[in-house]
């Protein structure tokens, strides 16, 4: 799940990670909403009882999932049975298991690739199981023709860690199989939240095999909190299509893949639509949300780097035997439409590539009005009840079906930034500068000092935010003004003017929210500047007091509206030194400059 998750089930599957079960405890007692009674055509993809090549999910009748192990094992006896699959590993995970990824090609050098990954968040799990079966029917089963044009590389399991940290008592909003990994990995980060800042060595392990394959596609399999709905099988991308930053990759999405995966999943019987993030999961008909993203995704990622991405959304209160199915419907839709428009996915691709946009959306906020509708919009009945428990109103789903006028939620531009032409990163700042060499991103050290005009960023009222994801996040406010600096020999210049010139912005310019200051890579930023005598510093500050109209009138206002600063002599005097201009560069200025 990528946007939106139940507040209740974030906490579970926080503890999961921390908490061991105990062999012999209790299983979590049965109480998800009535099923949906469902059948269609898909049944047919399932291998009979009496198959050699059954998966075992499929053994399981789709109650189980298979360890990692197992899940090898299986496919390594595949590999020795057909010359169309061939494993890898491409990594290792935090706890040292080898990350594998399948090939199934026919051996032709240079095809397209199309790219999925399942077990992202490995209590969502449905991409390994279908990943197996269409392999299977691939490698055995005659459908082998889906390879004449692409080669599918699969990925069975992203946070193998944590999808061997399996228990009944993760994902309890999810239904089935009987056991589940956990969201985050070994160190609880969240991969689909690693994307721009690479800590985990999944996440970078991924991100080379991005670059590696350059794909036509990706896909991204997960279940979906959230809410009760007729809905099975759900997609989207980035920013819903609507606000991807590169737009000839959005529009192939939205006019290509789309449709046509919609129309094979319901020939098999599925009940497909866009991913309907709520607003509001306690009143669902508040309506759905879209809105743009950053790079910490899979799918804003992709966006960002110019690679058509899917995340497939599976409802998480259908079967899994029915998701498992429609997961497998979406794939092979997937490989035959990336087969028949693979020259026009290079063409938009390399639009989005040689496209140099010369801004950047930074911040924005919910549309007072509804951007669209959704008529019809297929959803199911709750009643509302008393939690001795919780001791509020909580929601009962009642199975029965509805339909109801669904508004869609855009979102309205806040903050905007223009782009330099090129962002300077000190030598010093080695964490960040690895960051860059893992996402590819183009630089040249600066042979020789002089003199450059830059846009320097003074950082005001930093302060920590609530961790997370392996990261202590910064929030501050910035005030940018312009200067004749020397830049030093050894700084690293990064051109906005290059093909990952826009992830390159949502790294380094410092209102990003996914920026590196955003996620805590300069912690010198909330440090105090070494100080001096109070002797010394309050008359100075009474100087620029009497000289400085603007600041002393801000001064007095904020004297004037917060009493706990106006009672903190430290606070004050810091305030007026952070409003100083001042030679010497220190912990409150960005450390990245920006040239003009």
């Given amino acids: ?69 197992d899940v090898r094992a299986w496919l390594e006896k595949l590999q020795a049975a057909s010359p169309l699959i061939h494993l890898e590993t491409f990594g290792r995970t935090g706890e040292g298991r080898d990350m594998i990824m399948v090939r199934a090609g026919k051996g032709a050098p240079g095809k397209p690739v199309v790219l999925v990954q399942a077990g992202i968040h490995s209590g969502e799990i449905d991409g390994k199981d279908a990943g197996l079966m269409l392999l299977r029917d691939i490698a055995m089963g005659g459908k082998d023709g889906l390879l004449d044009k692409v080669d599918l590389v699969f990925v069975p399991v992203l946070n193998i860690d944590g999808h061997e940290r399996a228990s009944a008592w993760n994902f309890l909003h999810v239904r089935g199989p009987a056991e589940k990994g956990t969201e985050g990995n070994a160190r609880g980060i969240n991969l689909n939240r690693d994307y721009a800042k690479v800590d985990a060595l999944e996440t970078r392990a991924m991100i080379a095999l991005l670059r590696r394959l350059d794909p036509v596609l990706y896909v991204d399999c997960h279940v979906s ?64 949300r879209q809105s743009p993203e950053g790079p910490r995704y899979s799918t804003g990622y992709g966006d960002f780097i110019g690679v058509p991405t899917v995340l497939v959304e599976n409802h998480m209160l259908k079967p899994y035997r029915q998701r498992v199915l429609g997961t497998y419907v979406l794939l092979e839709a997937a490989l035959k439409l990336a087969a028949r428009d693979a020259s026009e996915i290079d063409r938009v691709k390399a639009a989005d590539r040689a496209s140099r946009p010369d801004t950047l959306l930074t911040r924005w906020q919910p549309a007072k009005n509804p951007i669209d509708w ?39 531009p806040v903050e905007t930034v223009t782009l330099p032409q090129a962002w300077l990163v000190p030598a010093a700042q080695t964490e960040v500068i690895d960051r860059l060499k893992v996402h590819g991103i183009a630089f040249e050290p600066i042979a020789a000092e002089r003199e450059r005009r830059i846009d320097r960023v003074r950082v005001l009222e930093a302060k920590a935010g609530r961790a997370h994801d392996g990261r202590v996040p910064v929030e501050a406010r910035f005030k940018h003004e312009t200067v004749t600096q020397v830049v030093p020999s050894g700084t690293l210049r990064v051109p906005a003017d290059q093909p ?59 004297l004037a509206n917060e009493p706990a600063f106006a009672a903190d002599a430290q606070a004050r005097i810091a305030w007026l030194f952070a409003r100083m201009k001042r030679p010497i560069a220190g912990f409150q200025d960005y450390p990245i400059l920006r040239e003009m």
């Fill in 374 to 412: 959704v008529d019809g919009f297929k959803g199911v009945a709750f009643e509302s009840y008393t939690s001795p428990a919780s001791g509020r109103r909580e929601q009962r789903w009642t199975g029965k079906r509805i339909s109801f006028r669904m508004p869609v939620i855009g979102q309205e």
């Fill in 500 to 558: 990952l010139g826009l992830l390159a912005a949502a790294l380094l310019e410092p209102e990003s929210q996914d920026s590196f200051l955003a996620w805590g890579f300069f912690p010198e930023v909330l440090s105090s500047r070494p100080g001096s005598e109070d002797f010394v510093t309050a008359p100075i500050a009474d100087a620029f007091l009497a000289r400085d109209a603007s600041a002393r009138a801000e001064f007095a206002a904020k």
């Fill in 225 to 288: 909190g959230g809410f009760d709905m007729q809905y099975d099988i759900t997609f989207t991308y980035a920013g819903w299509g609507r606000y991807a930053r590169h737009r000839a990759t959005a529009q192939w999405l939205e006019t290509r893949f789309g449709p046509n995966v919609t129309a094979a999943l319901q020939k098999a019987g599925h009940v497909p639509t866009i991913y309907p993030s709520p607003i509001d999961t306690r009143e669902p008909q508040r309506g759905i």
């Fill in 1 to 69: 799940m990528t946007l939106t998750k139940l507040p209740f089930a974030a906490a579970l599957v926080a503890a999961s990670i921390t908490v061991p079960v105990q062999a012999g405890s209790l299983p979590p007692p049965a109480i998800l909403p009535p099923e949906l009674p469902w059948s269609g055509a898909s049944e047919k993809l399932i291998a009979g009882k009496d198959d050699p090549w059954i998966t075992p999910a499929e053994a399981a009748g789709f109650a189980t999932t298979p360890r990692y192990a």
